[in-house]
């Protein structure tokens, strides 16, 4: 039996928040944030390249490309309130990876996207790597279910 990840309450959390950040880092340890829709299981958290426009091809994406430099992230999911008792984060560091297509995981981390994400069924996201978050670490603070 693995040890889960996360606790019941990050859980909870981290399933009823819709958008997260991602923080990646290039070579030289320049900082680059993006919003990023995720899903997660008990051991991995995924990311997928989708078909929203962007400027580059998904390989060239600076959060791709950053990982393949250094591999190091960070990922917030947050709820703002103007009540500030409601505020609250799950803050995960860990280690990233692109799942190439055919792998298994790769499958797995798809099927968890469009499930949270009816969006993603109309999108090709299954032609895609996929990033993947190893937690090393997670923080938690504030008013978590």
């Not at 991602?22 to 919003?35: I, K, N, T």
Request: glycine share 2%; aromatic share 6%; with cysteine.
């Amino acid at each position: 039996m693995t040890e889960e990840l996360f606790t019941d309450p990050q859980r909870a959390f981290l399933t009823t928040q819709r958008v997260a950040r991602l923080a990646s880092a290039d070579a030289a340890g320049r900082p680059h944030v993006v919003p990023v829709c995720y899903a997660c299981d008990d051991q991995l958290v995924f990311i997928a390249l989708d078909e929203k426009p962007k400027r580059v091809a998904a390989p060239e994406l600076k959060r791709v490309r950053n990982i393949r430099e250094n591999p190091r992230v960070a990922l917030v999911v947050d709820h703002y309130s103007d009540d500030w008792t409601q505020l609250a984060f799950v803050l995960i560091h860990g280690t990233a990876t692109l799942l190439a297509v055919g792998v298994p995981e790769h499958a797995h981390a798809v099927a968890l996207l469009r499930e949270r994400y009816p969006q993603y069924r109309a999108m090709r996201i299954e032609e895609q790597s996929v990033i993947a978050i190893q937690p090393e670490k997670v923080v938690a603070w504030g008013a978590l279910p």
